[in-house]
């Protein structure tokens, strides 16, 4: 009898969530399985479907999409997972998989008596009780949680589970999924981010630094794809500049790496930095923020350079993209170095390798 996983999609259909699950989705549809699948239904799209078609033996059971907008709903959400899981334990049940996350928001999956794996791409903000993180002692003893950076698990172990949880945390860096095309060459330099326009991208200091650069060179560019709720205030507040542009979701950002000169991403908070990995295997020189798991991809001066946000002051930032904008040689540097290191630590091989270890199917 084959081994039975159930796998749980939590994922937003734009950036690194979605392309982990697809990922993974991958991954278990070439092992010898017996795949139950949960998605909600503003999941699916043209990839997943033709997947699914693909493989028809897959167990799939969709959830309204208004079970993944409310904690109530998300709540209703876990139960009727939780109740599969038990209505099939009696089968040869190897274990339950969840694509994303959350201590507070998920807390009845920790009932589940199986084998469970927890997928985690955000940061815990929100420290828990300490007579809870006790308690948490006795629900992880079939539990196990993985996330994408060094960071990342020092937060989780810091904010949720405490020191005991060592070993039931462990992380597997993010792989690039974009697609190499061969690089553009334009006029002048872009200086291209990419990302949710939110508070925690920092886009008002990027603004800053994007104003500064480009009153005093006058062809250099900076371009943001992405959307979110920071977006139409953005555009607006950019909009007489024709060399700072907003130009919202983009579904094919190879074009825009293949143009691009120099990332930046400006971050308060990062898990890790899909785009920033992204940007590596372009070979283009990164500036970043010194915040979350960034400067795990980042070399310092070598692949680029880790910059303060702490103080919001934009000067280190513009003095580090100065010298990019200045020195073709040491952009090339820094881009070949960023290559080297996202061969070393970030493709698709060595993901799939790590995520082999960790289930050992």
């Given at each position: 009898?084959?081994?039975?996983?159930?796998?749980?999609?939590?994922?937003?259909k734009t950036g690194g969530t979605g392309t982990?699950?697809?990922?993974?989705?991958?991954?278990?549809?070439?092992?010898?399985?017996?795949?139950?699948?949960?998605?909600?239904?503003?999941?699916?799209?043209?990839?997943?479907?033709?997947?699914?078609?693909?493989?028809?033996?897959?167990?799939v059971k969709i959830l309204p999409q208004y079970?993944?907008?409310?904690?109530?709903?998300?709540?209703?959400?876990?139960?009727?997972?939780?109740?599969?899981?038990?209505?099939?334990?009696?089968?040869?049940?190897?274990?339950?998989?969840?694509?994303?996350?959350?201590?507070?928001?998920?807390?009845?999956?920790?009932?589940?008596?199986?084998?469970?794996?927890?997928?985690?791409?955000?940061?815990?903000?929100?420290?828990?009780?300490?007579?809870?993180?006790?308690?948490?002692?006795?629900?992880?003893?079939?539990?196990?949680?993985?996330?994408?950076?060094?960071?990342?698990?020092?937060?989780?172990?810091?904010?949720?589970?405490?020191?005991?949880?060592?070993?039931?945390?462990?992380?597997?860096?993010?792989?690039?999924?974009?697609?190499?095309?061969?690089?553009?060459?334009?006029?002048?330099?872009?200086?291209?981010?990419?990302?949710?326009?939110?508070?925690?991208?920092?886009?008002?200091?990027?603004?800053?630094v994007a104003e500064k650069i480009t009153n005093?060179?006058?062809?250099?560019?900076?371009?943001?794809?992405?959307?979110?709720?920071?977006?139409?205030?953005?555009?607006?507040?950019?909009?007489?500049?024709?060399?700072?542009?907003?130009?919202?979701?983009?579904?094919?950002?190879?074009?825009?790496?293949?143009?691009?000169?120099?990332?930046?991403?400006?971050?308060?908070?990062?898990?890790?930095?899909?785009?920033?990995?992204?940007?590596?295997?372009?070979?283009?020189?990164?500036?970043?923020?010194?915040?979350?798991?960034?400067?795990?991809?980042?070399?310092?001066?070598?692949?680029?350079?880790?910059?303060?946000?702490?103080?919001?002051?934009?000067?280190?930032?513009?003095?580090?993209?100065?010298?990019?904008?200045?020195?073709?040689?040491?952009?090339?540097?820094?881009?070949?170095?960023?290559?080297?290191?996202?061969?070393?630590?970030?493709?698709?091989?060595?993901?799939?390798?790590?995520?082999?270890?960790?289930?050992?199917?």
């Open positions: 009898m084959k081994n039975t996983v159930v796998l749980i999609g939590r994922f937003s982990f699950f697809k990922s993974l989705l991958e991954y278990y549809l070439s092992k010898n399985l017996n795949l139950n699948l949960f998605l909600y239904e503003n999941q699916l799209d043209t990839e997943i479907n033709n997947l699914l078609h693909e493989h028809p033996n897959i167990l079970f993944s907008n409310y904690k109530l709903n998300m709540f209703i959400a876990d139960f009727l997972i939780f109740a599969h899981c038990i209505s099939i334990k009696n089968k040869k049940m190897h274990q339950v998989v969840f694509t994303e996350w959350n201590l507070i928001l998920n807390f009845i999956t920790l009932f589940i008596s199986i084998d469970t794996m927890y997928f985690v791409h955000s940061l815990p903000q929100r420290r828990v009780p300490m007579f809870f993180k006790k308690l948490l002692t006795i629900f992880f003893h079939r539990k196990n949680i993985v996330t994408v950076s060094a960071h990342a698990k020092k937060q989780i172990l810091k904010n949720w589970l405490g020191d005991w949880a060592e070993k039931k945390v462990s992380y597997i860096y993010n792989h690039s999924s974009v697609p190499l095309i061969k690089s553009q060459s334009t006029v002048g330099l872009t200086i291209l981010t990419l990302g949710h326009v939110r508070e925690y991208k920092n886009p008002k200091l990027w603004i800053e005093k060179y006058d062809d250099v560019k900076f371009i943001w794809g992405g959307d979110g709720e920071l977006f139409n205030y953005c555009f607006e507040r950019t909009k007489n500049n024709d060399r700072i542009n907003f130009i919202g979701h983009v579904r094919n950002v190879e074009h825009l790496y293949s143009k691009s000169d120099i990332y930046v991403q400006l971050s308060l908070v990062e898990s890790h930095g899909i785009s920033v990995v992204d940007a590596m295997n372009y070979s283009l020189p990164c500036v970043v923020s010194n915040c979350g798991g960034m400067p795990e991809s980042v070399s310092d001066k070598k692949s680029g350079y880790v910059v303060s946000v702490d103080n919001n002051d934009c000067t280190e930032v513009v003095n580090k993209i100065e010298r990019l904008i200045l020195d073709k040689n040491l952009r090339c540097k820094m881009g070949e170095e960023g290559f080297s290191r996202y061969r070393e630590f970030f493709t698709k091989q060595k993901w799939i390798e790590s995520i082999e270890e960790i289930h050992k199917l």
